[in-house]
Each structure stands twice: as structure tokens, then as C-alpha cells.
């Protein structure tokens, strides 16, 4: 987020704790009128500073599906292959999150899963044909204990 200044980082850190926030709430905040706060906010959107708006839903323990976390390891770590495996994990709704990794593992993943039994079946016939996997860790969640970066 290089290149901004104190108000569009000021805009940021308030729209990413309350993304329904109204402009005028926003821009009082910031301390522009809801007009230039409105043309701050559409650039940010149009440079793809950010990049969309999003809901984060419980629909109760019960009715939850399971989150695993998968670390991926390819053969190789040429752009052919990252390019390849990234393209191909966009196909596939499972798979909620994907991080190109340092370390130990090329990719994190984030998969969402009905249970154990439909795990199976992502593991093998997606995690396994993703290309140019070479091995596949993967780790149940017991519960999530933060899904934002709420301060304080």
C-alpha cells in the first residue's frame, strides 16, 4: 500500500473494521466532506487497493462446515509450475484461501468441507490432481478462535 497517504490509510483501517459503515459516518472520521471522502474511496476501489467487500457469516456450530489446513509442496518452483497450480486452485470453490508460502511449504490453503468423508473426496480427486504436487500436509481445524483482525 505504498504511494498512500495518511487519509486513504485512515480510510482502509476503518473500512476493513466496518465495511457498512456509511460515507458520511466515514468521512467524519477522516475529516473530509462525504463528497471527497466518496472520490478517496471509488480510487481506491478502481486502483485495486480494494479489491471488493465481503461478509463474514456464522450459520451456527452445527450447520458449519470444517476448515483444513493444507500445505502444499510442488516439484518444482519455476513460474511454469506456481503459474500452473495457481490457476488451477482458482478453479475450485473448496478452496477458500491459497497463499504462496517461504519455508518448509510452496502454498497454505484454506479448504471448507462438509466433514471427514467429503475431505476424502477433495483430497483426492482436487488436492492430488492439483499440477505439479509433490506432497500434501494437511491439518484439521478444532474451531476458529479470530476471522478478522478486529483491534483491541
Do not use: W
Request: charged share 25%; net charge positive.
Amino acid at each position: 500500500m505504498s504511494g498512500l497517504d495518511a487519509i486513504d490509510r485512515n480510510i482502509i483501517r476503518l473500512l476493513r473494521l466496518n465495511a457498512r459503515t456509511s460515507n458520511a459516518k466515514l468521512a467524519e472520521a477522516v475529516g473530509l466532506s462525504a463528497s471527497a471522502c466518496l472520490r478517496r474511496v471509488n480510487i481506491l476501489e478502481q486502483t485495486g487497493v480494494i479489491r471488493g467487500y465481503t461478509a463474514l457469516v456464522s450459520t451456527g456450530a452445527a450447520e458449519e462446515g470444517i476448515a483444513v489446513i493444507v500445505q502444499i509442496t510442488l516439484d518444482r518452483q519455476t513460474e511454469e509450475y506456481l503459474n500452473r497450480f495457481e490457476a488451477a486452485v482458482r478453479k475450485y470453490p473448496e478452496i477458500r484461501e491459497c497463499f504462496l508460502m517461504t519455508g518448509g511449504s510452496d502454498y497454505f490453503l484454506r479448504v471448507e468441507v462438509d466433514g471427514a468423508a467429503n475431505f476424502e473426496r477433495v483430497h483426492k480427486e482436487i488436492l492430488s490432481a492439483l499440477p505439479g504436487v509433490a506432497r500434501i500436509h494437511s491439518s484439521f481445524a478444532i474451531r476458529n478462535v479470530l476471522s478478522s483482525r478486529r483491534p483491541g
